[in-house]
């Protein structure tokens, strides 16, 4: 089981990675949102966060994508892609939905890697 551990001056999150759903950028933090729906803020923007994950998890490590300029994903929890909608659906198949609004672009390019690579 893989964890990653974030620490600043007042405390120290250790969160285990398949448990995340998905991080989102929110200017200069990102939200980590978790399959109990918990929500944590850490102080990195995406793409510190994407450096801290490549860092943590190694360079091969395939469980998360950036998708667009707001999100990056754990692949384990793609439900449903809708291109049209612009509508990307993270489920468990049991207990959480979460609904993302992601561009045509950025959906289409995510959609043919995953039935190009078999993800």
């Known amino acids: 089981m893989a964890r990653l551990y974030f620490n600043t001056r007042d405390e120290l999150n250790r969160i285990d990675t398949s448990k995340i759903v998905y991080f989102e ?5 990102t939200n980590i949102v978790m399959v109990n ?3 944590a803020t850490i102080c990195l ?3 510190e966060m994407e450096r801290a994950l490549a860092e943590q998890l190694g360079t091969d490590d ?5 998708i667009g300029k707001r999100f990056i994903i754990n692949m384990n929890y793609i439900y449903q892609i809708n291109v049209l909608k612009q509508q990307l659906i993270l ?4 207990h959480f939905a979460f609904q993302l609004c992601i561009s045509k672009d950025a959906l289409k390019k995510m959609k043919e890697l995953m039935l190009v690579a078999k993800i």
Request: net charge positive.
């Open 25 to 29: 950028s929110d200017g200069n933090y």
């Open 62 to 66: 395939k469980t998360f994508m950036r």
């Open 37 to 39: 729906k918990l929500k």
């Open 91 to 94: 489920s468990d198949y049991d």
């Open 45 to 47: 923007n995406l793409g």
